[in-house]
Every structure is written in structure tokens, then in C-alpha cells.
């Protein structure tokens, strides 16, 4: 690995001089852009649904389980003496949640414990939580929150039983804690007097506690980690996520019509990342989450092929083509019809808006070649025939793109998906030139995953997004949006990881059970500077790159950006930049992220650290409109003007020292 730094480290510095940059920014004749640039996605890795931005504080809640992931007492240990085990009784809470805990009391006052995921932030603050319980109980339970270290309670609210013999009763609380924990390793409780116990035992189901949520919702989302999304200001959701909505076997892929409704009728799935997801996170959870960020969903639809490389047959694709069809009638059909009416009586009675449906997730790769030819044959033309035929407007998205062999019949766009090294994002800057306005991609993931010297799937990626590698995701994004006349957008993936349990560890946000843990990554500072500075319409630039690689266009306000990315130089690169339109005198905003020296560095949740830089400058435009300013290696840029560039301006349509080069179609 020294070596293999070492490499990096000179192919990121070869150039050992570099000659002043001179653009010339055309005040028109750009492309109108998708206005969906920058947007998330979620895939339920790396513990970042369950025991991540699903508040739900429990693991383990409901005893869930399927072929790959065996009920278990997980999470869950006796308190006082208690005995606990998971029955399975011949009157279930519901034909979904088949398992639950039995629990035969101990000392007089015993019960059970859960240890979250991976602890619990205890602050003092409302905690709603509810347990359904079922047998004779004459009394009342406990509910408690108390360090696992010290055994001292933060907090506890007692709960008259209602409980019957041969009945599931459902109770309801709130626990407000007196005192905040000093760390996160603490465990919730419930307990009860072994007197009170008609029956010798009691059984528990569906324990639940939420802190808090964003916006307040039921079933709702951590309020940390939605506010760091919302501070990327982004524009789309790509849900629900790749792999998960693949599923394992052709048998537990991601069903959306069992994510609705009650949780007690949400049987949960194999999760693709080595465990038992709860689902609670689901289809309206999803859509939720586009209403309280304004984003624009794209939804994924399963298209017959799981992770194991089982695929549909063509004689029996028809049933899942309906029901992708059906949710999509669930989504956005009135109350009249079927599955609209199925949404209203949920208590969501004004249907969603749908735009986009991306057939699939990377059909190209699992079981290829024979699952990447049946989706090539028969599987994509199925759903591309019959959501043409119901819903012509929405606009379709292959799971792969031009850039994987496939044809994508107009008016299909594609999805593409790299995960590559930073001179491999440099290659890839010009990728989207040639493409025309048939060829429409989304760029449904994207990382700098492995060090410059090559791919390799075998080893471990990069232990953290770093600076280096960020910076060459910025170049790549510059050159997409060069093209964002025909790019949808791109989001960065996976978004989050959990710091105690995680399987791909590049990842745009860190967390764990404390707050104080979560972390932006070096990434996240890309994607935050860009999303708030939206092209709208790019304009026409000189077009000569490298060292310095860049966009420009106007903003919805009628602003002019430039955004732009140094890499590859060992000394500082001088930047003059002329805007039509604009004048002397004239000021804009110069906004530029930098990173320490060592190109490998990155923000450690650990240390809690920054090792992003951010300076911004107020410049004055000298004669014909011209900024002039100096980008570092390694160092990306935002300039945008304080006014639009509605006037004429003086100049002349040509920088001093570079000839001027007008790239029909892209605007650059």
C-alpha cells in the first residue's frame, strides 16, 4: 500500500508548471439543464435504514426472520432473573409478525432489556414508544432507559396493564428522561411484578421507542442525519436503494405492497448486507421523505433478477410487470382506483407525483451473462411496453446505460454507475460529450472508491472517502453538468454507514447511536458546495482542460456560476476569467474548498476532525468584466455573481492569450 501511495501521490502532481488559465464565458447559447443535478439515494447497507436514519431505537423490535436470517433473541437479554425465549404461539399478533418474546418473570420485579444498536443516545427529551403484549397481567410495567455501564436510570414512566388472557394488546407511552446520559452505551427496559402474572408468563411483540424525528413524523427519520441531507440541497431520491430492491433469491426481493401500512402487518425481508431488515423504513416512509425535502423521486421497480443470478422466465414475468404497474397505481392513482384506494384507507388520500421509474437495479452484472441477456431479450421490453402503454409520461430509466452495452429505446434514459479511481474520474470527464439528447443517463451511484494503480473488487476499498479522490468526483460531476442537458442527475453512494457494523466503508456520512459521531465525509463538502450554486442553463466556455477543469451557466436567479476543479499541477493556477454580460466593477462570490497536503487525508469521526477547507472571497470584476484569482492544486471552486448578466457588456468575445472554442449542444 506505501507503494501504491506513492504512485498516487506523483500522479496527482506530474505537471511541474502551469501557464495562466484565460476563459471567456458567452453570456448565451448554452442548453437548458434537467434541474436535478445533485440528488441521494438510499441502499440499506451498512446498518444505514435500520440502526441508521430510521429513528427506531429498538433492534430486533419484532423477532422478524426468513430463510437467511434465523429468529433469534438478539439484542434482547433477561432482566432479574427472567427467562426469556421466542415462541412462535398458535394465536400470532398477525400472519407477518409470527414470532414473539415470552418472558417468565424472575424476582418480583424482572423483565427484559435492549441494547439498540449498538447503544442509545439519551437525552432530555420525549421518547414514544409502545409494546404489545399479550396474557393476564394485573399491574403496572415499567419502561426505563439506564446506562449499561453504571445501571443508573435516566429515566421511566410506569404503564397501567390492559393486558388479557388469549388477547394482543397494544400499550402506548412516553418516557421523558430527567438526565442526559454521558455516552450512548445504555439500554431500554421493561419490567413488571412477577405477583401480578396469572398465567405464569406473558408474551411481547412489535417494542418500540422513537426519540424524536424530523418534522415530527410517526415512524420517522433521525433528525441529525436528515439535516445533513437537507444541507446538500438536493433534487431527486433514488429509492429504494440498488442491491436491497435486487433481494437475495428471486423469493425476498423488495416487495413494496409488504412496506405499507401498520408495522405489525410488515413481515420485514432478508436484507442483501448480511441481515434481517424490519421494513419499517418503507414505500411511504420513502415518499415521505421526498415531501419533506422536495425531491423529485425516482422509483425503482424489481425487474425479475435477484443478487444469486435467478431471473424471471419469460413465460412467467407477467405477475411482477403488474405489480410494478400496481405500485405505481398505489403511488400516484386517484381514490377510485384499486390500489389508490388502497393508499387512501392508509390515510394518504392526495396521491404522490411520479416522474420517473427505473426499471431494475444494475441488471448488467448479477448472473451475468445469461441474467444481463434475459434483461436485454424479454425483461426490459415487458415493463418498458406495458408502463408505456399505462403511464406514458413517466419517464423511464434503464438499469444500465450506454456505457454497458446495451440499446435503450428512445425514450428510455440509462443508469450509470461508476465506482473508480481519481484519474479514472479524470478519463471519465468527457464522457458525456458525444452523447445526444436520445441518450439521457442518470448517474444513479458514483464514489472514488480505490487509489490511482487500479481496481480491485478483491481487496478492501479506501478505509474513508478522502481528499484526492474527492476532488476528482468534483471534475466528474463538472463534466456531467457540462452535459446536464442530458444527464438527470448523479448521487454519490452508498450515503451512510454505521461505524459499529458496516460492509462498504466509502461512504458520503459516518454515524453511530451518539450524534456527536456523525460525520461528513470529504465527499459530502463537494456535493454541498455544488448543490448550492444550481446551473439552471450552462453557458458556452473556451474549451481547453487540465490542469483546470470546469462548467458555467446561469442560476434560476439569472446569476452567473462557474464552477471549476484544479488537478494534476505543483504549483498554483492563475485564473482570468471573463464574463459577457459583465462589467467593471462588477462583484461575484469566489467560494474554494482545499485539503491538507496529504492527499489521502479525511475526516476521522473519531477525531472529529475537518480536514476541508472552505475560503470565500467578494471579488471586483477588473476591465470587460474580468475576475481574476488563483486555484491551488487540489482545490475546487465556486464563482458566482451578485448580479445577472443582462447587459451588453464590453467585451469582445475572445480571452487574451486562449482561442475561443464553442462546443455545440454542451454550451461549453
Same mark, same amino acid.
Given at each position: 500500500?506505501?507503494?501504491? !501511495?506513492?504512485?498516487?501521490?506523483?500522479? *496527482?502532481?506530474?505537471?511541474?508548471?502551469?501557464?495562466?488559465?484565460?476563459?471567456?464565458?458567452?453570456?448565451?447559447?448554452?442548453?437548458?439543464?434537467?434541474?436535478?443535478?445533485?440528488?441521494?439515494?438510499?441502499?440499506?447497507?451498512?446498518?444505514?435504514?435500520?440502526?441508521?436514519?430510521?429513528?427506531?431505537?429498538?433492534?430486533?423490535?419484532?423477532?422478524?426472520?426468513?430463510?437467511?436470517?434465523?429468529?433469534?433473541?438478539?439484542?434482547?437479554?433477561?432482566?432479574?432473573?427472567?427467562?426469556?425465549?421466542?415462541? !412462535?404461539?398458535?394465536?400470532?399478533?398477525?400472519?407477518?409478525?409470527?414470532?414473539?418474546?415470552?418472558?417468565?418473570?424472575?424476582?418480583?420485579?424482572?423483565?427484559?432489556?435492549?441494547?439498540?444498536?449498538?447503544?442509545?443516545?439519551?437525552?432530555?427529551?420525549?421518547?414514544?414508544?409502545?409494546?404489545? =403484549?399479550?396474557?393476564?397481567?394485573?399491574?403496572?410495567?415499567?419502561?426505563?432507559?439506564?446506562?449499561?455501564?453504571?445501571?443508573?436510570?435516566?429515566?421511566?414512566?410506569?404503564?397501567?396493564?390492559?393486558?388479557?388472557?388469549?388477547?394482543?394488546?397494544?400499550?402506548?407511552?412516553?418516557?421523558?428522561?430527567?438526565?442526559?446520559?454521558?455516552?450512548?452505551?445504555?439500554?431500554?427496559?421493561?419490567?413488571?411484578?412477577?405477583?401480578?402474572?396469572?398465567?405464569?408468563?406473558?408474551?411481547?411483540? *412489535?417494542?418500540?421507542?422513537?426519540?424524536?424525528?424530523?418534522?415530527?413524523?410517526?415512524?420517522?427519520?433521525?433528525?441529525?442525519?436528515?439535516?445533513?441531507?437537507?444541507?446538500?440541497?438536493?433534487?431527486?431520491?433514488?429509492?429504494?436503494?440498488?442491491?436491497?430492491?435486487?433481494? *437475495?433469491?428471486?423469493?425476498?426481493?423488495?416487495?413494496?405492497?409488504?412496506?405499507?401500512?401498520?408495522?405489525?402487518?410488515?413481515?420485514?425481508?432478508?436484507?442483501?448486507?448480511?441481515?434481517?431488515?424490519?421494513?419499517?423504513?418503507?414505500? =411511504?416512509?420513502?415518499?415521505?421523505?421526498?415531501?419533506?425535502?422536495?425531491?423529485?423521486?425516482?422509483?425503482?421497480?424489481?425487474?425479475?433478477?435477484?443478487?444469486?443470478?435467478?431471473?424471471?422466465?419469460?413465460?412467467?414475468?407477467?405477475?411482477?410487470?403488474?405489480?410494478?404497474?400496481?405500485?405505481?397505481?398505489?403511488?400516484?392513482?386517484?381514490?377510485?382506483?384499486?390500489?389508490?384506494?388502497?393508499?387512501?384507507?392508509?390515510?394518504?388520500?392526495?396521491?404522490?407525483? =411520479?416522474?420517473?421509474?427505473?426499471?431494475?437495479?444494475?441488471?448488467?452484472?448479477?448472473?451475468?451473462?445469461?441474467? @444481463?441477456?434475459?434483461?436485454?431479450?424479454?425483461?426490459?421490453?415487458?415493463?418498458?411496453?406495458?408502463? !408505456?402503454?399505462? @403511464?406514458?409520461?413517466?419517464?423511464?430509466?434503464?438499469?444500465?446505460?450506454?456505457?454497458?452495452?446495451?440499446?435503450?429505446?428512445?425514450?428510455?434514459?440509462?443508469?450509470?454507475?461508476?465506482?473508480?479511481?481519481?484519474?479514472?474520474?479524470?478519463?471519465?470527464?468527457?464522457?458525456?460529450?458525444?452523447?445526444?439528447?436520445?441518450?439521457?443517463?442518470?448517474?444513479?451511484?458514483?464514489?472514488?472508491?480505490?487509489?490511482?494503480?487500479?481496481?480491485?473488487?478483491?481487496?478492501?476499498?479506501?478505509?474513508?472517502?478522502?481528499?484526492?479522490?474527492?476532488?476528482?468526483?468534483?471534475?466528474?460531476?463538472?463534466?456531467?453538468?457540462?452535459?446536464?442537458?442530458? =444527464?438527470?442527475?448523479?448521487?454519490?453512494?452508498?450515503?451512510?454507514?454505521?461505524?459499529?457494523?458496516?460492509?462498504?466503508?466509502?461512504?458520503?456520512?459516518?454515524?453511530?447511536?451518539?450524534?456527536?459521531?456523525?460525520?461528513?465525509?470529504?465527499?459530502?463538502?463537494?456535493?454541498?458546495?455544488?448543490?448550492?450554486?444550481?446551473?439552471?442553463?450552462?453557458?458556452?466556455?473556451?474549451?481547453?482542460?487540465?490542469?483546470?477543469?470546469?462548467?458555467?451557466?446561469?442560476?434560476?436567479?439569472?446569476?452567473?456560476?462557474?464552477?471549476?476543479?484544479? @488537478?494534476?499541477?505543483?504549483?498554483?493556477?492563475?485564473?482570468?476569467? !471573463?464574463?459577457?454580460?459583465?462589467?467593471?466593477?462588477?462583484?461575484?462570490?469566489?467560494?474554494?474548498?482545499?485539503?491538507?497536503?496529504?492527499?489521502?487525508?479525511?475526516?476521522?469521526?473519531?477525531?472529529?476532525?475537518?480536514?476541508?477547507?472552505?475560503?470565500?472571497?467578494?471579488?471586483?470584476?477588473?476591465?470587460?468584466?474580468?475576475?481574476?484569482?488563483?486555484?491551488?492544486?487540489?482545490?475546487?471552486?465556486?464563482?458566482?455573481?451578485?448580479?445577472?448578466?443582462?447587459?451588453?457588456?464590453?467585451?469582445?468575445?475572445?480571452?487574451?492569450?486562449?482561442?475561443?472554442?464553442?462546443?455545440?449542444?454542451?454550451?461549453?
Amino acid at each position: 500500500m506505501r507503494l501504491l !501511495q506513492s504512485a498516487v501521490v506523483s500522479a *496527482l502532481a506530474l505537471a511541474s508548471s502551469c501557464s495562466a488559465v484565460d476563459l471567456f464565458v458567452r453570456g448565451s447559447g448554452g442548453n437548458k439543464t434537467t434541474k436535478m443535478m445533485y440528488g441521494i439515494m438510499h441502499e440499506d447497507i451498512n446498518n444505514s435504514g435500520d440502526g441508521g436514519i430510521y429513528a427506531e431505537l429498538i433492534q430486533n423490535r419484532a423477532f422478524q426472520a426468513s430463510e437467511q436470517f434465523p429468529v433469534s433473541l438478539n439484542a434482547w437479554s433477561a432482566v432479574n432473573g427472567a427467562k426469556l425465549s421466542v415462541k !412462535q404461539l398458535d394465536k400470532p399478533l398477525s400472519v407477518a409478525l409470527p414470532n414473539s418474546l415470552n418472558v417468565v418473570p424472575g424476582s418480583k420485579k424482572s423483565g427484559f432489556a435492549n441494547e439498540g444498536y449498538w447503544g442509545m443516545d439519551v437525552k432530555v427529551q420525549k421518547y414514544t414508544g409502545s409494546f404489545y =403484549v399479550k396474557g393476564s397481567y394485573s399491574g403496572r410495567f415499567t419502561a426505563s432507559l439506564q446506562s449499561n455501564l453504571t445501571g443508573e436510570t435516566f429515566g421511566s414512566v410506569d404503564i397501567v396493564s390492559r393486558s388479557v388472557a388469549n388477547e394482543w394488546v397494544q400499550h402506548e407511552f412516553t418516557l421523558v428522561p430527567k438526565k442526559a446520559a454521558p455516552n450512548s452505551n445504555n439500554t431500554f427496559a421493561i419490567t413488571f411484578d412477577a405477583s401480578g402474572v396469572k398465567q405464569g408468563s406473558l408474551d411481547f411483540n *412489535l417494542i418500540s421507542l422513537f426519540p424524536p424525528t424530523y418534522k415530527n413524523r410517526p415512524n420517522g427519520l433521525r433528525i441529525d442525519l436528515m439535516e445533513a441531507i437537507a444541507e446538500l440541497n438536493p433534487k431527486f431520491f433514488r429509492l429504494p436503494g440498488g442491491n436491497m430492491l435486487e433481494g *437475495l433469491t428471486t423469493k425476498s426481493w423488495w416487495k413494496w405492497n409488504e412496506t405499507i401500512g401498520p408495522l405489525k402487518d410488515r413481515p420485514g425481508v432478508a436484507g442483501v448486507w448480511n441481515y434481517q431488515l424490519t421494513t419499517g423504513l418503507g414505500l =411511504v416512509e420513502y415518499m415521505q421523505w421526498c415531501d419533506d425535502l422536495n425531491l423529485e423521486p425516482i422509483v425503482a421497480i424489481w425487474s425479475g433478477l435477484a443478487l444469486d443470478g435467478n431471473f424471471i422466465s419469460e413465460a412467467d414475468l407477467e405477475p411482477y410487470v403488474q405489480s410494478a404497474l400496481d405500485e405505481i397505481e398505489f403511488l400516484t392513482g386517484d381514490v377510485h382506483t384499486k390500489w389508490g384506494a388502497v393508499r387512501a384507507s392508509l390515510g394518504y388520500p392526495k396521491p404522490w407525483k =411520479v416522474n420517473y421509474v427505473e426499471i431494475g437495479n444494475e441488471d448488467w452484472l448479477a448472473g451475468r451473462p445469461t441474467g @444481463y441477456d434475459s434483461y436485454k431479450q424479454y425483461r426490459f421490453k415487458r415493463f418498458f411496453d406495458a408502463f !408505456q402503454k399505462k @403511464y406514458p409520461k413517466i419517464q423511464l430509466i434503464a438499469s444500465p446505460s450506454v456505457f454497458d452495452d446495451m440499446v435503450i429505446p428512445v425514450p428510455a434514459a440509462g443508469d450509470m454507475h461508476p465506482y473508480l479511481t481519481p484519474d479514472g474520474f479524470i478519463e471519465a470527464f468527457s464522457k458525456f460529450d458525444h452523447l445526444t439528447k436520445d441518450n439521457l443517463t442518470l448517474i444513479g451511484e458514483y464514489a472514488a472508491v480505490h487509489p490511482n494503480g487500479g481496481i480491485d473488487w478483491s481487496g478492501d476499498l479506501q478505509p474513508w472517502p478522502w481528499w484526492g479522490g474527492a476532488v476528482s468526483e468534483a471534475i466528474f460531476l463538472i463534466g456531467a453538468e457540462r452535459n446536464s442537458d442530458r =444527464v438527470i442527475g448523479a448521487t454519490y453512494a452508498p450515503g451512510l454507514r454505521n461505524l459499529n457494523r458496516w460492509q462498504w466503508s466509502i461512504t458520503l456520512m459516518q454515524h453511530a447511536a451518539d450524534p456527536a459521531l456523525t460525520t461528513k465525509s470529504v465527499s459530502w463538502y463537494i456535493m454541498h458546495l455544488f448543490g448550492k450554486h444550481l446551473i439552471t442553463e450552462t453557458l458556452p466556455v473556451n474549451a481547453n482542460f487540465g490542469p483546470l477543469y470546469y462548467v458555467a451557466g446561469k442560476s434560476d436567479k439569472g446569476t452567473t456560476i462557474v464552477k471549476g476543479a484544479v @488537478y494534476n499541477t505543483t504549483v498554483p493556477v492563475p485564473v482570468s476569467l !471573463q464574463l459577457e454580460g459583465y462589467d467593471k466593477g462588477d462583484k461575484a462570490t469566489l467560494t474554494v474548498l482545499t485539503g491538507p497536503a496529504d492527499p489521502y487525508a479525511y475526516n476521522d469521526p473519531w477525531k472529529q476532525n475537518n480536514v476541508v477547507k472552505e475560503t470565500t472571497t467578494t471579488l471586483q470584476a477588473g476591465k470587460d468584466g474580468t475576475f481574476s484569482f488563483t486555484l491551488p492544486q487540489l482545490s475546487v471552486a465556486v464563482l458566482e455573481t451578485e448580479r445577472s448578466g443582462k447587459g451588453k457588456g464590453k467585451g469582445k468575445g475572445k480571452s487574451k492569450r486562449a482561442k475561443v472554442r464553442m462546443v455545440d449542444g454542451q454550451g461549453q
